[in-house]
């Protein structure tokens, strides 16, 4: 089975550039969930979907970065302009979040190294 | 500030040795999973605990979630190379089962 699918895996671009990550999540999975991982920060969740509605974009950085998921296995992180400061290992991660559970299991995708030069 | 600390950081130990690894909270937490990740690739689940107090047991891996819920450990026993990785707790909340805090992680290196 395919896991979750993220492109480009590596992205190096200049500041002020736009940049443009993507994301398959798994089949049947409702939940969708962008995470930006630093040696400073840590793993840090950026924003999250259920069945394709933004929940909770509390952990957006700020109005440069967007995302969307305009249906069920498809999603996108923009950043625009970019900084240097955004250069990080950015994780994609699906689940499948049903009423009454009190937990989930997630699964990450491997990641898009970005850099900003 | 991290809601969820790991110690220690950084930890270099001999094939064969064993160790221990904290998580600790000020937070109360529904339930706490840990998960590992290997160079260049993304967290992998390894064990949730639900129930305070609990222990999980995952071959030679041993889990324990605080009786208080706000902190767990992961003990390791014969470590081997292939436990090389980093070590990341991560509380999920009674508010949502799906927004899940991840710890500041523990990045093991085990030495054959």
Redesign the interface.
């Known amino acids: 089975d395919a896991g979750?699918i993220q492109s480009p895996r590596h992205e190096v671009t200049e500041m002020g550039q736009e940049v443009t990550l993507r994301c398959k999540p798994i089949s049947g999975h409702n939940?969708l969930?962008w995470y930006r991982q630093t040696m400073m920060r840590?793993?840090?969740?950026l924003i999250?979907f259920?069945n394709n509605v933004p929940?909770?974009d509390s952990g957006m950085p700020e109005d440069r970065f967007s995302a969307k998921m305009p249906n069920a296995s498809f999603s996108t992180l923009k950043i625009q302009p970019s900084e240097p400061r955004d250069s990080a290992v950015y994780?994609c991660?699906s689940?499948f979040?049903a009423s009454g559970?009190?937990?989930?299991?997630?699964?990450?995708?491997?990641?898009t190294r970005l850099t900003v030069l | 500030t991290?809601l969820l600390e790991q110690s220690p950081q950084f930890l270099s130990i001999q094939e064969g040795e064993n160790l221990t690894v904290y998580c600790n909270s000020s937070s109360v937490f529904?339930?706490l999973?840990w998960y590992r990740q290997e160079p260049?690739?993304?967290?992998?689940?390894l064990v949730?605990v639900?129930t305070g107090g609990e222990v999980k047991k995952l071959k030679r891996l041993t889990f324990q979630f605080g009786d208080a819920r706000k902190d767990s450990s992961l003990h390791i026993t014969a470590a081997q190379p292939g436990d090389t990785g980093l070590y990341?707790c991560a509380g999920?909340r009674y508010s949502?089962?799906?927004?899940?805090?991840?710890?500041?992680?523990t990045r093991l290196s085990i030495r054959p």
């Open positions: 979750v939940s969930f840590g793993l840090e969740l999250y259920n929940i909770d994780f991660a689940s979040s559970r009190s937990y989930n299991e997630q699964f990450f995708g491997p990641g | 991290q529904s339930s999973q260049g690739e993304g967290p992998v689940l949730t639900v990341l999920v949502s089962a799906s927004k899940i805090i991840f710890g500041s992680g």
